[in-house]
């Protein structure tokens, strides 16, 4: 089936959660961390630190995307809390990388602006999504 943009817009309404910024944020922090460890880490982390912090990573971007359609608020804010719990889990990872010497400073720091800009989002839509259902 080939699709054209009449179709993605289509799809972008059914799947919603590919409109949100902080899901493409996510994404894009999570392509470019993994890519990072896969070139930086040595072979024995592996199955270690950095397949710990991959499933990390996915786990924000497949939260957003599964809270998105919950028909309840708390539902949602749910699994917002989720991905959360698991960007927590991945700036922990990038600071043990710098203690271990996988990651210098200078690129803990990029890391970390982004993960604070990834939480600032979704703690604003976790807010939005509860106030919202307060009021319906």
């Known amino acids: 089936m080939n699709l054209d943009m009449d179709d993605e817009k289509e799809i972008n309404e059914i799947f919603r959660f590919r409109k949100f910024p902080v899901y493409h944020d996510a994404r894009e922090f999570r392509k470019n961390l993994k890519k990072y460890t896969q070139e930086h880490f040595p072979q024995d982390e592996r199955y270690c630190l950095r397949a710990q912090l991959w499933r990390a990573l996915d786990s924000i971007v497949l939260n957003i995307a599964e809270g998105s359609d919950r028909y309840t608020g708390k539902s949602n804010s ?11 889990e991945v700036v922990a990872g990038i600071d043990a990388a710098c203690d271990d010497g996988y990651m210098d400073r200078e690129k803990q720091l990029i890391f970390l602006g982004a993960a604070v800009l990834i939480m600032k989002q979704l703690k604003a839509l976790s807010s939005t999504i509860r106030r919202n259902s307060r009021s319906n």
């Not at 749910?78 to 927590?88: C, P």
């Open 78 to 88: 749910h699994f917002l809390n989720i991905a959360v719990g698991s960007l927590d």
